[in-house]
């Protein structure tokens, strides 16, 4: 199975793991780092009893281990989507707001630009006023 592993909001891992049959350095790469036996602790020559029969308890065990990893997997995926998601849709603000702050700036220039036009025109019409 591939899926992608979030690390941090800014880096996202793809994974490769094999589902079935079970792959113990992957399991083992899931667990906790403390974790050594995943918590199964044998005796040497114990005998182990299982209830109503090994094959109904082993089927139920595989299945379980397979939609927990199947659903941890779409868990990751999806949390790694919705964070690029968040950063794009960030970066996108961020720059609509650069753009704003700019086109702002041209309009005051250009208004500026007018006023200034406006005045000049105004004191080149009062001399002329003054010169008849």
Same mark, same amino acid.
């Given at each position: 199975?591939?899926?992608?592993?979030?690390?941090?909001?800014?880096?996202?891992?793809?994974?490769?793991?094999?589902?079935?049959?079970?792959?113990?350095? +992957?399991?083992?790469?899931?667990?906790?780092?403390?974790?050594?036996? %995943?918590?199964? !602790? /044998?005796?040497?020559?114990?005998?182990?009893?299982?209830?109503?029969?090994?094959? %109904?308890?082993? $089927?139920?065990?595989?299945?379980? *281990?397979?939609? !927990?990893?199947? *659903?941890? +997997?779409?868990?990751?995926? *999806?949390?790694?989507?919705?964070? %690029?998601?968040?950063?794009?849709?960030?970066? !996108?603000? $961020?720059? !609509?707001?650069?753009?704003?702050?700019? /086109?702002?700036?041209?309009?005051?220039?250009?208004?500026?630009?007018?006023?200034?036009?406006?005045?000049?025109?105004?004191?080149?019409? %009062?001399?002329?006023?003054?010169?008849?």
């Amino acid at each position: 199975m591939i899926y992608t592993r979030m690390e941090s909001a800014l880096k996202m891992v793809p994974m490769t793991i094999r589902l079935l049959p079970v792959d113990m350095k +992957a399991v083992s790469s899931i667990l906790p780092e403390n974790l050594n036996d %995943a918590g199964l !602790a /044998l005796t040497k020559g114990s005998v182990i009893e299982y209830s109503p029969n090994p094959g %109904a308890v082993f $089927d139920y065990l595989i299945d379980t *281990y397979t939609n !927990a990893i199947i *659903y941890g +997997a779409m868990v990751q995926a *999806y949390e790694s989507e919705q964070s %690029a998601r968040l950063t794009a849709m960030q970066n !996108a603000t $961020d720059n !609509a707001e650069e753009m704003m702050k700019q /086109l702002q700036l041209l309009s005051n220039r250009a208004r500026q630009a007018k006023i200034t036009t406006e005045l000049t025109e105004i004191v080149n019409g %009062a001399e002329q006023v003054n010169n008849i």
